[in-house]
């Protein structure tokens, strides 16, 4: 079945107007909204948990008591540059990195409390 000439303008009337020519920056527009409500919503509290965490961790001494991640609890008696040493039962210390510690003992880890 194809068109015959006085049924094209019916067709011509039913088909979708012109598209107006629209700015670039408002079609941007929207890529800017959820960049941003990524960056409030998702990498902002990021950022601050982890300076909540890294400013946990260089204020390690000795005498703190500590639980790792995974699950260790310990006495510190000896922070350096890229470890610490807990000792966690009469003589026996054992070193560990840093970022293994999550929290103080009794408390709730560092990264989980709210900012």
Do not use: C, W
Not at 2 to 20: D, E, F, V, Y
Not at 35 to 58: G, N, T
Not at 92 to 107: E, F, H, K, P, S
Request: avoid cysteine; charged fraction near 15%; charge should be positive.
């Amino acid at each position: 079945m194809t068109p015959t000439a006085h049924s094209l303008p019916g067709l011509l009337a039913m088909a979708a107007p012109p598209a107006l020519a629209s700015s670039p920056l408002l079609q941007l527009l929207p890529f800017v909204f959820v960049i941003a409500i990524f960056y409030f919503l998702v990498m902002l509290p990021m950022k601050r948990r982890q300076k909540k965490v890294d400013e946990f961790l260089s204020a390690l001494k000795n005498g703190d008591r500590v639980v790792t991640s995974g699950g260790i609890m310990g006495e510190v008696t000896r922070v350096s540059e890229d470890g610490i040493q807990l000792q966690i039962a009469p003589s026996v210390r054992i070193t560990i990195v840093r970022t293994a510690v999550v929290g103080y003992q009794g408390q709730p880890p560092v990264a989980d409390q709210s900012a």
